[in-house]
């Protein structure tokens, strides 16, 4: 049986991918490289967007 998945709206900005780690270049005592994590900022790091309500229009 094939399974339904929720059709979730997923972030325009970051296309899903929320959070990214970026090297600096510098290396730690133990030989590892220092990194930085950064988030998306439109989606605060979910990966996924609220969908717009539909807004009534009155006359």
């Known amino acids: 049986m094939p399974q339904h998945v929720p059709n979730t709206p997923v972030c325009r900005d970051c296309d ?3 959070v990214v780690a970026i090297t600096t270049g510098t290396r730690n ?3 590892s490289r ?3 994590q950064i988030v ?3 989606c605060k ?4 967007v609220r969908r717009a309500r539909r807004q009534a229009v009155t006359v």
């Open 16 to 18: 899903g991918f929320p």
């Open 29 to 31: 005592r133990d030989g």
């Open 40 to 42: 998306c900022r439109a």
């Open 45 to 48: 790091g979910t990966g996924t």
């Open 34 to 36: 220092t990194t930085l």
